[in-house]
């Protein structure tokens, strides 16, 4: 975020995720001169920044996959719309929309989910034993741990900030990265390398069954770098692992919308912009029809 950003308690819009399909998004919203917040990562579109090069984008022939991520980059700042790097841990349908962090919350009246395809499939037990001991954030629910014993399974580096947090509050701290170069861990803590293959318990997460051993643990903490949609809100209706919408964009939740990836196959640059600004148009003409009661 820049210096000065102030989170407002409630915007028209709420935009999640700045790939592609988001920024299309929030272009349109702009356009339509609506209140919204795009919220995204310190690094948008990783999964284009890595194609070597696209032949199939209109208007840009042989471009490198970095490039034209700058492109929309570029293109986005010069309309005054800024990224926030906050992460969204839990949506509750409304009216409003409560939107939940780690340490904060807002509200919106409408919310576009342009989160795209998690790269990390869900571990056997997460989803049975989610909120009896499996979470997603180890700062926001560690003192319910307090003097027990906790997993973190990160796959990014913020994973080592939580634990350390944990290591001060928690008896045992066991921390498995699924990442490269390990940083600045507390010596408290039990570095583990090995594959998760369950997180196992029956009313409430017992332990966490590794391909070499297990271990009894009172919580397990998932640390993705983005969370698969399902898992954000509640109640929200999937189909093959997508997001199911219909033509204009909509989810079976009133006010919700999704777009790009994380609404099914194909996984296409086109797609991902063109729905993108569809799910923008969608949200708009529901904000338009709100105002009129």
């Known amino acids: 975020m820049s210096e000065g950003f102030q989170l407002k308690s409630r915007y028209q819009l709420a935009i999640v995720g700045c790939g592609p399909a988001g920024m299309s998004a929030a272009l349109n919203a702009k356009i ?111 003192p319910l741990y307090k003097g027990k014993k906790v997993a973190i399974v990160s796959y990014s580096h913020e994973g080592e900030a939580e634990a350390n947090f944990m290591a001060e509050i928690c008896a045992e701290v066991y921390y498995l990265p699924f990442y490269k170069e390990v940083g600045q861990l507390d010596s408290r803590i039990i570095q583990k390398k090995a594959r ?17 051993e297990e271990i009894s643990v009172d919580g397990v903490f998932v640390l993705r770098e983005s969370l698969p949609a399902e898992q954000i809100v509640p109640g929200l209706e999937m189909d093959k692992g997508a997001i199911k919408v219909n033509r204009e964009l909509e989810t079976g939740i009133p006010g919700l919308f999704a777009a790009g990836d994380c609404s099914g196959q194909p996984y296409q640059l086109n797609k991902a912009v063109g729905e993108g600004g569809t799910a923008a148009l969608s949200a708009i003409k529901y904000l338009d029809e709100m105002k009129k009661g």
């Open 32 to 142: 339509r001169n609506k209140d919204f917040i795009l919220l995204g990562s310190d690094f948008c579109s990783p999964k284009l920044a890595k194609a070597p090069q696209i032949d199939n984008y209109l208007g840009f022939h042989e471009i490198k996959g970095e490039d034209l991520r700058q492109n929309f980059l570029n293109h986005v700042k010069a309309m005054g719309i800024e990224v926030v790097p906050w992460k969204v841990l839990n949506i509750y349908p409304g009216p409003p929309f409560t939107l939940v962090g780690n340490n904060e919350s807002f509200e919106a009246d409408a919310v576009i989910l342009a989160t795209g395809v998690s790269p990390t499939k869900l571990l056997p037990g997460e989803t049975e034993l989610l909120g009896r001991g499996v979470g997603y954030c180890a700062t926001c629910d560690g």
């Open 196 to 212: 998760v293959k369950e997180i196992s318990g029956t009313q409430k997460v017992e332990k966490l069954v590794l391909d070499n």
